[in-house]
C-alpha cells in the first residue's frame, strides 16, 4: 500500500471514529431525554413514509432514474445493487451489531471509554469496508451507461451541487 492511500485510508478510519463517538455521546444525551421527547421514530417522522424523497443517491435509482435507461441497462444496474446487497449483508449486519454493543457500553449510566473507543474502531473499520465496497459498487454502475450519459450524469450532479451550495449560502445570510 503506498503512502497516498495509506493516509486516505487513516483518515477516512479517523473520521468515521470521530463521526461514530459524536453519535455515541448524542446517544447517552437523547437516551436520558428520551422519556420526555417520545420515540426516536415519533421525533423523525417514521422514515418509511417518506419513500422516494430525500438524498436518493444510488438507492431507488437517484441521479440514474434520470438518464433514460434502456431495459437492459436497468436490468443490469438492478443485478448489480442485488448482488451487492448480497455480498454486503454480514458487513452491515457486523456493523449493526457493534453499535449495538456501542449502545449497550454506555447503557447504565456508566461510560467505560476504552469500550467505547474500542468498538469505535471496530466499527470504523467496518464502515471504510462498506465505503470501498459501495464505490466498486458505483463504478460498475458507471460502465453500464453510455458516454452521453456519463456526460448527462454529471451536469446533473454538478446543477445539484450549485443548487444545494445555492441553500447553504443563502442559510449564512
Given at each position: 500500500?503506498?503512502?497516498?492511500?495509506?493516509?486516505?485510508?487513516?483518515?477516512?478510519?479517523?473520521?468515521?471514529?470521530?463521526?461514530?463517538?459524536?453519535?455515541?455521546?448524542?446517544?447517552?444525551?437523547?437516551?436520558?431525554?428520551?422519556?420526555?421527547?417520545?420515540?426516536?421514530?415519533?421525533?423523525?417522522?417514521?422514515?418509511?413514509?417518506h419513500k422516494g424523497h430525500g438524498w436518493?443517491?444510488?438507492?431507488?435509482?437517484?441521479?440514474?432514474?434520470?438518464?433514460?435507461?434502456?431495459?437492459?441497462?436497468?436490468?443490469?444496474?438492478?443485478?448489480?445493487r442485488e448482488n451487492s446487497a448480497a455480498?454486503?449483508?454480514?458487513?452491515?449486519?457486523?456493523?449493526?451489531?457493534?453499535?449495538?454493543?456501542?449502545?449497550?457500553?454506555?447503557?447504565?449510566?456508566?461510560?467505560?471509554?476504552?469500550?467505547?473507543?474500542?468498538?469505535?474502531?471496530?466499527?470504523?473499520?467496518?464502515?471504510?469496508?462498506?465505503?470501498?465496497?459501495?464505490?466498486?459498487?458505483?463504478?460498475?454502475?458507471?460502465?453500464?451507461?453510455?458516454?452521453?450519459?456519463?456526460?448527462?450524469?454529471?451536469?446533473?450532479?454538478?446543477?445539484?451541487?450549485?443548487?444545494?451550495?445555492?441553500?447553504?449560502?443563502?442559510?449564512?445570510?
Amino acid at each position: 500500500m503506498n503512502i497516498g492511500r495509506f493516509k486516505t485510508v487513516a483518515i477516512a478510519t479517523l473520521s468515521a471514529i470521530a463521526l461514530a463517538a459524536s453519535i455515541a455521546v448524542a446517544q447517552t444525551v437523547t437516551n436520558t431525554q428520551g422519556d420526555q421527547q417520545g420515540t426516536r421514530a415519533e421525533r423523525r417522522g417514521f422514515r418509511g413514509q417518506h419513500k422516494g424523497h430525500g438524498w436518493g443517491g444510488m438507492r431507488d435509482g437517484g441521479f440514474f432514474r434520470q438518464l433514460n435507461l434502456t431495459d437492459d441497462q436497468k436490468a443490469k444496474i438492478k443485478t448489480i445493487r442485488e448482488n451487492s446487497a448480497a455480498q454486503n449483508k454480514p458487513l452491515r449486519e457486523q456493523l449493526r451489531a457493534k453499535r449495538q454493543e456501542l449502545r449497550q457500553a454506555s447503557e447504565g449510566g456508566t461510560f467505560n471509554e476504552a469500550l467505547a473507543t474500542q468498538k469505535l474502531t471496530e466499527m470504523a473499520s467496518l464502515e471504510a469496508k462498506l465505503m470501498g465496497e459501495r464505490f466498486k459498487v458505483h463504478q460498475e454502475m458507471l460502465s453500464v451507461l453510455t458516454t452521453e450519459q456519463k456526460a448527462q450524469l454529471e451536469q446533473s450532479k454538478a446543477q445539484f451541487k450549485a443548487r444545494r451550495g445555492g441553500m447553504r449560502n443563502h442559510d449564512e445570510e
